[in-house]
């Protein structure tokens, strides 16, 4: 009897053994993980790159707004300019034909008679 105690827990102990599901192989879990790692890595520093990307990007738009705005405040000869000089007629005197007065004259009446 005492002979078939251990006899029965060998017997139990490899039974439970050979009813174990098969464990992945060890090298294909490391790959896994690894692979999992690098991604995860990959993503991470993907995110972080554009976020300082942003970051001085919204630095440079600030900076430009603010000389921009800013310009005219620090500026102390800022003074308007002066306006253009209006566009002169050229000369018409010689260049228009003169009435005679009977025309002078005729033209009037037609304008007196228009208007009354």
């Given at each position: 009897?005492?002979?078939?105690?251990?006899?029965?827990?060998?017997?139990?102990?490899?039974?439970?053994?050979?009813?174990?599901?098969?464990?992945?192989?060890?090298?294909?879990?490391?790959?896994?993980i690894?692979?999992?790692?690098?991604?995860?890595?990959?993503?991470?520093?993907?995110?972080?790159?554009?976020?300082?990307?942003?970051?001085?990007?919204?630095?440079?738009?600030?900076?430009?707004?603010?000389?921009?705005?800013?310009?005219?405040?620090h500026?102390?000869?800022?003074?308007?300019?002066?306006?253009?000089?209006?566009?002169?007629?050229d000369?018409?005197?010689?260049?228009?034909?003169?009435?005679?007065?009977?025309?002078?004259?005729?033209?009037?009446?037609?304008?007196?008679?228009?208007?009354?």
């Open positions: 009897m005492k002979t078939l105690i251990p006899v029965f827990f060998v017997a139990v102990f490899l039974s439970v053994l050979s009813c174990a599901p098969d464990l992945p192989d060890k090298k294909e879990l490391i790959e896994e690894y692979s999992a790692r690098v991604d995860q890595a990959r993503i991470q520093k993907d995110a972080d790159c554009r976020q300082k990307q942003l970051e001085k990007a919204e630095a440079k738009v600030d900076s430009i707004l603010h000389s921009l705005l800013n310009a005219d405040l500026d102390t000869l800022n003074f308007p300019s002066r306006p253009l000089k209006p566009h002169k007629p000369h018409i005197i010689g260049t228009v034909e003169q009435f005679e007065v009977e025309q002078r004259d005729i033209l009037i009446r037609r304008c007196y008679q228009v208007y009354n």
